[in-house]
């Protein structure tokens, strides 16, 4: 009759182990000047549109790329 209980005492301390190094981690990440160095470029790039590619630019340089192998 003990080893539900074990098994179950052992699946629950590992959940909210899991939640705390979780939170700790995100915490630090945020707060570090790295992680808010990335925040910052991941918002510019959102906000900045890629600029427009035609077809036809497309083409040419695949065709550069493929004449450069020859």
């Known amino acids: 009759m003990e080893i539900p209980y074990i098994i179950l005492f052992g699946l629950l301390s590992l959940f909210i182990f899991y ?3 979780e939170t700790a981690v995100r915490k630090g990440i945020d707060s570090s000047e790295t992680g ?3 925040q910052r470029m991941l918002e510019r790039q959102l ?3 890629p600029p427009p590619i035609s077809d036809k630019d497309i083409e040419n340089e695949l ?3 493929f004449n450069k192998k020859d």
């Open 19 to 21: 939640i705390i190094i």
């Open 36 to 38: 808010q160095m990335i």
């Open 47 to 49: 906000e900045e549109p």
């Open 63 to 65: 065709e550069q790329d």
